[in-house]
């Protein structure tokens, strides 16, 4: 018997009787049809897989391209950001206020918008608000689109604005109106008479950006939780309303000069000055071939407390007094003054206004013609200015114990520093120039503000 080496099994080799090689041993391992089926049928398994997985995934990205993502949030579509027309105003001065930015994304995909405007309410008073041309424009000839915008102002300090394109003949992602975010809407505000900055803030913006956000009326204009980008950035704007107050100068700047009377006292006698109590007339008959007309005037110094004050009215033609008017004023819901002037011929006159503790203003060559005409002294140039509260000789005549001498001097100021006390009230005295109960650093900055100021 012959052994084979190197075979994992033992086997012997030997010649039969008919002198043949005969092989013995264990048999050699031969796999198994059904093991060999199986095996075939798991890679074509895999395979099958496989081709539907990729099949999928093409699908899925086809799909996506062609609409919005449903699934999640819009990244930010607009850069949104606060331009004033003006950033410095006096009081009761209107300004506006544009929202304007740049788009981040294609303008057509945009449906709607919903933001947030707050402001300081002691400072500024809300007027109104305009659309621009966001969604101005017309849908495709084969769509019907409706325009929609809402606003809620009821707070103040907040003003809450939204608009939108509703499609009202195809699904909302086929139908984007909006085209320029340069300017989207423009807010209209008014300074009071409160000095200090104030900022417009811009908060809360949300952009639709039209898959399943066909905006409806009312507050849910951006309703819709698909598909709603935020804004890359909102912004502020500040503006400052301007005050005549000690902190802005300390320095005055004269606009006349006056030489001293020879027989003034140089230490004078001072005494705390009741406000003159000021009842109003009876309207009189309008008599015939004359006019009527209203006057309005903006005082400095009034911010809260706005008490009526007398004052006289003045008609000269060729520096002739041809009328001299007292008439009682109450301030409107403006802060500012108004009062009737009764009975005046037409003509063309120089008309000078003059009232307790304001220097005397005056206008040239008004022509009075009509009962609906208003004269008015509301600019920060032609205000009436505070603090003429001392005759510089005795006040002997009852018009002068109102009107005093129409000059601001050291003798004012002599008067203020008198009755100085801002922890007692004194909202009697003249010298109470803001009417706020007491005589304190505001109405002595008055004072030190006007210094030598003489009225016209």
């Keep these: 018997m012959i052994m084979i080496r190197n075979n994992p099994y033992p086997s012997a080799v030997s010649l039969n009787k008919q002198n043949h090689l005969e092989i013995s041993g264990p048999p050699l391992r031969k796999q198994s049809p059904v093991f060999k089926n199986i095996h075939k049928s798991t890679v074509v398994m895999l395979l099958i897989i496989l081709f539907l997985g990729v099949s999928s995934l093409v699908v899925i990205f086809n799909f996506n391209n062609q609409r919005p993502s449903r699934s999640k ?20 001065d209107q300004f506006n206020v544009t929202i304007s930015g740049t788009a981040l994304t294609d303008l057509l995909s945009i449906s709607a918008l919903s933001y947030r405007l707050t402001y300081p309410a002691d400072k500024l008073e809300y007027i109104g608000y305009s659309l621009n041309n966001f969604f101005s424009a017309a849908a495709p000839s084969d769509r019907v689109t409706e325009f929609l915008n809402w606003s809620d102002v009821s707070t103040a300090g907040v003003i809450q604005l939204a608009m939108g394109a509703h499609c009202t003949t195809d699904i909302p992602w086929v139908c984007y109106p909006a085209q320029s975010a340069n300017a989207i809407a423009t807010v209209t505000f008014q300074s009071k008479s409160v000095a200090g900055q104030a900022t417009v803030a811009l908060e809360n913006v949300l952009a639709a950006t039209g ?62 000055t009741p406000t003159p109590t000021i009842t109003s007339p009876p309207e009189p008959t309008h008599e015939p071939n004359t006019v009527n007309i209203r006057f309005r005037l903006l005082l400095q110094g009034l911010a809260q407390n706005r008490p009526n004050k007398q004052f006289r009215i003045i008609f000269k033609q060729n520096d002739t007094e041809i009328l001299n008017r007292e008439v009682v004023f109450a301030a ?15 003509g063309i006159y120089d008309i000078y206004v003059k009232g307790t503790a304001y220097l ?67 909202s009697a005295s003249i010298a109470d120039l803001d009417h ?21």
């Design 73 to 92: 949030a819009a990244d930010a579509v607009l850069s949104l950001n606060l331009i004033a027309s003006k950033t410095a105003l006096d009081y009761n």
């Design 211 to 272: 898959a399943n956000c066909n905006p409806t009326t009312g507050d849910g204009l951006v309703a819709c939780a698909e598909n709603v980008g935020t804004i890359g950035s909102a912004g502020t704007v500040t503006v400052t309303i301007v005050t005549d107050s000690i902190t802005a100068t300390l320095t005055p700047s004269p606009t006349s000069t006056r030489t001293p009377t020879p027989t003034r006292t140089p230490t004078p006698t001072y005494f705390a």
């Design 332 to 346: 409107d819901s403006d802060g500012l003054y108004s009062g009737q002037v009764y009975n005046i011929p037409p």
């Design 360 to 426: 005397q203003r005056k206008k040239t060559d008004i022509p009075v013609a009509s009962d609906e005409q208003v004269i008015e002294f509301t600019s920060a140039q032609d205000r009436l200015l505070v603090g003429d509260i001392v005759c510089n000789t005795p006040c002997l005549a009852p018009h002068d114990q109102i009107y005093k001498d129409n000059i601001i001097d050291a003798l004012e100021l002599g008067q203020i520093i008198y009755e100085y006390d801002p922890r007692n009230g004194h």
């Design 436 to 456: 706020d109960g007491y005589v304190g650093i505001s109405d002595l900055s008055f004072i030190i503000y006007n210094n030598t100021v003489e009225g016209q």
